[in-house]
Every structure is written in structure tokens, then in C-alpha cells.
């Protein structure tokens, strides 16, 4: 434990993030930690297919030998200590090839794992009880296509393995910003009921937990950074034992660190921001609020904690049959209607062979036309498309039937409409469908341990209590009105950022300057989203303010085609809601307008060079 703060860096967002982080933060970021997320439920079942292959599998394999193994020397070197949870499904087997890796460059590091998230050797128990998917209330999938059951984990475990004196900790499906929470607890001593704390750390981990999301990457104002993003900045939180802390990135780095650029990751992936609900604590970040500290530095405060809940979320994956897709591009006058009509010709022709041999109908099958705007819905714009491409996809139980549908498909390329064309390659291939299952269990089924060498100890979870009732902000007041008024775009009155958990997604909306939040609490209601999307959507829209970043946050249900591989949608995992709401008209007084116009051509002359 220490008064001193600490400076923790985060090196990946996913599987597949840049393996330069670790070098970038090692070499210019000055850190005492390298905290990397590598899971989400699509990541869990490709582990749980590679551990049923191969017992020594299961683990995110591009952490021990693109992120750890080539920059092992340094990291001893410099004592920088390393969390990840890329343990995935098999901990043990992710510390044990890092230990490997270790004696071979002759070092002395110490590894821990966190193991007892993975529950998937209670699929046939679980098959047994009462459970109900959180949202859809569906019983339990048929145990036989399940490929994995995983708790949500908390940070103490993580803490215990770095008391115990471990140099790299690999955990398995901990909660994303636990990796730094961990930290936070290990450094500082915070106590479990040290719920504001608790929370501040939280929101330090939600922050930095996707990389270079918090530092200029997915930003609405993505030109302000645009000519640095070969070389942009990984994210690094400085934390202080009292909870104070900033967000920076590694001196020369590229990128950019703003209110703005923080203020869109805070409200990237959140539900209910007062009800932000992890294994260690409950944290309401309504009233967070941020100061543009320095040059890339932003200090933030306000995170407010309670006790978490009763209950640990559990995610299961299961096989739902297969899905393929593929995108067939079209050129010349008409290009919609063409890609259009040579998609329908496809399905139909698939559906006649079907029926010839007596199988099923698809399960579902998609046509975007992308390019013609049709992820607008009915808010596209018409114009004489010259150039698009078609997103044909399929899902059915038999993955014979996939294959089927894009062997008419190419079958009807001398049939086509004119300007068919494509980038070269096989015909795609069917994948798994895997579904997300959601449910809840008593954190006390969930037993935890921590091991490093010969020595095992028990994890105890995060007390709780009876959650108190949320207190709602009181909602902007009315804008008052103005005889003269201009309708501008969303974009030129705020900042969004949109993202997917399952098949939910929600987007952040935040008032370019404070005057203008009562215009968009006003006219940006829950109906209005809607409204914009109801292409996609089929369940309901909520809408939560948060004062402290002159912010609105709308989570919508049931709208991503059942979200993540599951889904045949070409944005399922909700990327793009932003964007498409940024297109919405907003009605400002004239001097309101002016002044978003001004610090817009200030914002234009300050990009870089």
C-alpha cells in the first residue's frame, strides 16, 4: 500500500487490439501497471472451441506471445507489473505458457491466476432449475450446445494475487474495468466498503478498458486526431489513494485526450449511468465531471459507489445453428435496385431447392444495401446511386443450407443485372451461430481462488446490502423561447458515441456546451430515437440524464438482430447508431447557433498539422 499515486496503462481493448501498446506504454508512458481486456461473450466461445480441440487451449494466445513475450525483459526490467484477463476459460494454462516464456529468457518474474468464473461443468445442473434469460425470460438452452458459462468477476481476487507478490496476474471472465480496479485496491488498500472509491476506480478501468477509445479513436470530432492515428496513444489513468485521478497518454504519442474523447468513452456501453452495476460495487456516474487539466490531460471526478448487488451476472454461450454472409458489389445507373433485386433472386432461388427437398425455410436471412444509405431507415437520402455494395446474409440449422444460398448466389452471376463485380476469393464459408444467455446467481455459488506456485487461497466477494432507492437529477429546465431559431444537425450540436452489450445498445449524447442540453433534453426524446431507428428497433428506448457531463444517455432493447455473431445485421454490434443519430435536426435559438458556429471554427483552427 502506498500514498503515492499509480499510473496504470491499458494496452488492449479486445483480442485483436494493437500488440504496439505494451512497447508504446514501456517505452514513453512511465507506468507502474499494464492492465489489458481481451474478453467479450463472442471471445468466450472461440475459447471454448479451441479448449474443446486442445485441453492446453482456452486462453487469448496473442497475449503471451505478441503483447508479453517479445517485451519480457523490459518489463522486468522496469518492474512494471502485468493483469490481464486473457486467461479466458483456461488461466492456469495462460499463466503456465507465460512461465515457459519466462525461463526461457532466464528472468525471475512471479505469475498468479485468478480462477472460478468458469461454470460450465454446471450446464446439466442449470438445465434442472427454474433460471430465466435476464431480458428475452427464456428457460435454459439445451446443455448440448452449450460452449460456455461464465460469472462476471470482481477486482479483490486480483488484489490478493498482487499482495501475494505476483508480477503478472491473469484472471479468467472478470468484469472489464476490474483489471484496474485490482489495481486500485492492491496500491491503495481500499477497503469493500469503500463503495465511492470503489467506484471512482471502476470508472478509471471503464475508461481506459478499450484503448485507444479514450484517446482519440470512434471520436465524433475524429479530424481533430486524424493525421496522428499511425501512431495514437494508448490510454494511462493516474490514480490517487484518495481518488483523484487523470487520464493522459505516452508523451509524443499520437491521438488526443479531451473532455470530449474522455466524456464519449465514459459513456460507451452503460445502461442505466446510476445503476452501473459491477461484481464489487454499484457506481452512479451522473454527476462525474471532467477539466481539461493540461495538454492530453484530463482530471476526473465525481464517480459515487454503493453496494453491489446480491446477485453475479452469468453469461452463457450457445450453438444456434449457422450463419454465412458475404458482399457482392454493383456499379453503373441503378445500382440500388440492382444489388437489391440480385440478392432477392439469390434467396429465392436457394429457398426453391429447399423446398424440392423437403427442408426448412431459413431461419432468417438479411439484404443491406450499403452504400445507399440503408442503414438510415426511412431517413436515407434519395439520390441515383452509381456504386454499392449488397450484404447478403443467412441463418439456418443446417449448415448445408448456408452453403447452398451463396452457391445460387454466384450461380447467378451471368444472370445479374449489369456491374456485378467483387474482390476474388472462395465463397464464404457457414460459422456457428453463437447466442448470448444471460442470468443471475447468488455470489455465493461462485467460489474464487487465487494461486501462485504451490500456494492456493480463497477469494471472499464484496459484501452487499439491500441496494437504496435511486435518486433521478432533476431534468433540464424548459429552454425558453426565442422568436428566431435555426435548425441545425445533431453533429453541430453534440458529441455521441454508441455501443452493444447483448442485444441492447445505447448512445451517449453530450451538449457541445452546456447551453444547449434543455434543446436536446427537449427534442431528443425517447420517442424521437425511435423514431431514427426504428429499422432496427423492436423493443423500448430509455432515456437518463447526467448533469455532470451535460449528457443523455438512451439505451435501446431488442435491437441489434440478437447482437454480436448472432445476429446477421452488418453493424451488430451498434458502432454505427451514433452516426445515424447524429443526423437529426435540432432546433436552436440564432445566438445559440452562432456561438456553436464560432467555437466550431475555433475547433478547425486549432487541428493539427
Known sequence: MSDRPVRIGGASGFWGDAALATRQLLDNGRVDFIVYDYLAEITMSILARARAKDKALGYATDFVSAAIAPNLKRIADQGVRIVSNAGGLNPRACAAALEKEIVDAGLNLKVAWVAGDDLTDRAESLSRSNILELDTKAPFPDPQRIASINAYTGAFGIAEALDMGADIVVTGRCVDSAVTLGVCIHAHGWAPHSHDLLATGSLAGHIIECGPQATGGNFTDWELCADTMETIGYPIVEIEADGRFSVSKPEGSGGLVSTGTVAEQILYEI????????????????????????????????????????????????MDGYRGGHLFSFTGFDADRKAKRFAEAAVNRARHVLRSANLPDYTETSIEVIGAESQYGAHALTREWREVCVKLAARHADEKAIALLFREAVGLGLSAPPGLSGFAGTRPRPSP?????????????????????????????????????????????????????TTLRLIDVAL???????????????????????????????????ERLAHFLNGRVERFYLP?????????????????????????????YAQILLAAPILVPNELAKRLERRQDRKQAHQPD
Open 271 to 318: 445502461g442505466d449511468p446510476q445503476a452501473y452495476k459491477l461484481p464489487d460495487v454499484t457506481c452512479d456516474f451522473s454527476e462525474v465531471r471532467l477539466e481539461q487539466a493540461g495538454d492530453n490531460v484530463v482530471a476526473v471526478k465525481g464517480a459515487k459507489g454503493s453496494p453491489p448487488p446480491e446477485t453475479l451476472k452469468i453469461c452463457a454461450t450457445w
Open 433 to 485: 451461430v453463437v447466442r448470448l444467455y444471460s442470468f443471475l446467481a447468488p455470489r455465493d455459488d461462485i467460489a474464487m481462488t487465487v494461486s501462485l506456485g504451490d500456494a492456493t487461497r480463497m477469494v471472499t466477494h464484496a459484501p452487499t446490502t439491500v441496494a437504496a432507492p435511486i435518486v433521478r437529477p432533476v431534468s433540464p429546465t424548459a429552454p425558453a423561447t426565442a422568436t428566431q431559431m
Open 496 to 530: 455521441a458515441r454508441s455501443g452493444d452489450k447483448g442485444d441492447k445498445a445505447n448512445i451517449g449524447v453530450i451538449a457541445r456546451i452546456p447551453e444547449a442540453l434543455p434543446y436536446l433534453w427537449e427534442q431528443l426524446t425517447e420517442d424521437v430515437v425511435a
Open 548 to 576: 455532470g457531463l451535460n449528457a443523455i444517455n438512451f439505451l435501446l432493447h431488442d435491437c441489434l438482430g440478437g447482437g454480436g455473431v448472432a445476429s446477421l445485421r452488418n453493424d451488430p454490434q451498434a458502432k454505427a
